[in-house]
């Protein structure tokens, strides 16, 4: 091995061909094709006829050498995140790019595929690939050794912006709905005037309207109201009462408001207490908008204010986008939905956290579906949901039971991004189960990994779809030091604090952040994206913030 200096020329040898072996591995591409074979070896019995269209290798996600994922070893775990013999060159140092994944000047191919042989320097094959990963013939009967984990190739940056792009990628459905139904959808087309606001002139304030210099001669009455026929002309020298909100007669000087003003019931004359100004108090006609002037960009959400500015201007109902639809399916044979743990079974924390949480994407979502780890049920609901986005738990590694994968492939999926340089949670994965049709985002099973995949794939993916703006990208001082990953990126919960360090605003991290732990999110209100290696206290670091963090409490589905 590299770094080694045998002594005979038998043990040079060996370690020749052992170096040998392990760059081998290293430069292969996965083993296995969602369609025919492409020179890599005999095609993968489990490959559909009808996939032949799907012809770009795909390689899977790091796993550890028994088929678990790192992110179910210890946290701080010598060697976790490489887990390759001593002597091993990094794949950093064998394939270049490999944890930061293409350029940003993203080209993306009609496809916008990004797990296929031009992102991949490296990559360890599935099982039903493995003897084209090392080499071997299919008719071989000598077991390959396995290749060594290494890290993902796409970045987690990378997959953020597959996601938002592949919800983009289409052109937003538009219906229409009523002002009370429209609450916290997006506009699908700019929102014009179909008035002028105020639509004439009216008061701003209860008093008198007056023309000319003052004082001014006035009758008794109830004067202006609002809701009235346009009034009567008022001749120079005079005055009349005015309400909030009434047409102010041609003519008008401007209103004197009823507390700067003195009315001389005996004389029948109004004095003014203060110097007046013309066109004081009056709201022009268009002051706020013209007929026809653009109010507010597509794409901007359906707030109440939205409602009162859409039903100022004349709206009875708003072209909206529709909430994408998402079925959430949980897979593990292992979860319990009550009770208290036992016999080896757990609670499932996924199901009770994704619907609400993707409602408060503005998704609308069906209840949970527990499968266990079934491939037919698996395959059965994927194929009979008519969402446009299916979320999976689970099943996204190589172990025994993990069947999202290959029923992927044996629908012809196309995989789009096949696990992200990012911890926890990189063995997430994005398909697109048809040309153009839904998608379906594959999370890790644990916690806080299920999470970071929901922020970067769910939560792009479905902001695309439904036409919203991406969420803004701001940094903030973290105030402690934050290991990270040696290679990729890491997200770490973490809570603003009041005060400020540096003269600045700062976050906290949080502890109990491991993949499987839901503690320290739960105190959160966001996510920081450490580089990788760490940073330090007080370095700037961009944040995340969770949908209940800027949330308000009348969007539909938000919490706060």
């Keep these: 091995m590299t770094g080694r200096r045998p002594d005979d020329a038998h043990a040079l040898a060996r370690a020749a061909e052992e170096e040998r072996a392990v760059q081998q591995a290293l430069a292969l591409v996965g083993g296995r094709t969602f369609g025919p074979s492409s020179g890599r070896g005999a095609p993968d019995e489990r490959t559909p006829p009808d996939a032949a269209h799907c012809s770009s290798p795909h390689s899977e996600p790091p796993r550890g050498a028994s088929g678990s994922s790192p992110e179910h070893l210890p946290e701080g775990a010598p060697d976790t995140w490489t887990d390759v013999p001593p002597g091993t060159p990094s794949p950093a140092a064998s394939a270049p790019n490999l944890a930061s994944g293409p350029s940003d000047d993203l080209a993306f191919e009609p496809s916008d595929r990004v797990s296929g042989a031009s992102d991949r320097a490296s990559g360890a094959s599935r099982a ?113 009462r005015i309400a909030t909100g009434a047409r102010v007669p041609a003519e008008t000087t401007a209103v004197v408001r009823t507390e700067h003003a003195h009315a001389d019931e005996a004389k029948g004359l109004v004095h003014a207490r203060r110097p007046l100004a013309t066109g004081q108090d009056i709201r022009p006609r268009g002051q706020e908008c013209r007929s026809g002037d653009p109010l507010l960009p597509a794409g901007t959400v359906v707030t109440p204010a939205v409602l009162g500015l859409a039903a100022a201007a004349g709206y009875d109902a708003l072209p909206a986008v529709p909430r994408p639809r998402v079925d959430i399916l949980v897979l593990g044979d292992e979860l319990l939905a009550a009770g208290l743990p036992r016999d080896g079974l757990i609670r499932d924390a996924l199901g009770p956290m994704l619907a609400p949480w993707l409602r408060a994407l503005g998704a609308e979502v069906s209840g949970p579906r527990r499968l266990g780890d079934d491939a037919e049920a698996l395959r059965a609901a994927v194929v009979g949901s008519d969402a446009d986005l299916i979320v999976t738990t689970g099943g996204t590694a190589s172990g025994p039971v993990d069947h999202v994968h290959r029923v992927l492939e044996d629908l012809g999926a196309e995989l789009l991004v096949d696990g992200v340089a990012v911890r926890p949670g990189h063995p997430m994965l994005l398909a697109r189960l048809s040309p153009g049709g839904p998608c379906l985002v594959g999370l890790p099973g644990n916690p806080l990994a299920a999470v970071a995949g929901l922020l970067t794939l769910a939560e792009p993916l479905l902001a695309g779809i439904a036409g919203r703006p991406p969420q803004d990208a701001y940094r903030a001082l973290v105030h402690a030091e934050v290991h990270g990953h040696p290679h990729d990126t890491r997200l770490v919960p973490v809570v603003h604090r009041a005060g400020r360090v540096g003269g600045r605003d700062h976050v906290a991290p949080l502890r109990y952040n491991g993949p499987a732990m839901l503690r320290g999110i739960a105190s959160a209100d966001g996510l920081a994206v450490v580089p990788p290696g760490g940073v330090r206290s007080g370095t700037e670091v961009e944040i995340l913030d969770l949908p209940w963090a800027p949330a308000t409490p009348w969007t539909e589905g938000c919490f706060t």
């Excluded at 990963?133 to 953020?160: I, L, Q, T």
């Excluded at 997006?186 to 209860?206: G, K, R, Y």
């Design 128 to 240: 039903s690939g493995a003897s084209r990963a090392s080499g071997a013939s299919d008719s071989s009967d000598r077991a390959p050794e396995p290749a060594p984990p290494v890290s993902p190739s796409v970045s987690w940056e990378r997959a953020r912006t597959v996601a938002a792009h592949v919800g983009r990628s289409g052109p937003p459905a538009a219906i229409r709905l009523p002002l009370d139904r429209a609450l916290g959808h997006v506009l699908a087309e700019t929102l014009d005037a179909l008035t002028d606001l105020p639509p004439f002139d009216t008061s701003a304030m209860d008093g008198w309207a007056v023309a000319g210099p003052g004082p001014w001669a006035f009758e008794g009455g109830a004067g202006l109201l609002a809701g009235r026929d346009a009034p009567a002309r008022l001749p120079d020298g005079t005055a009349v």
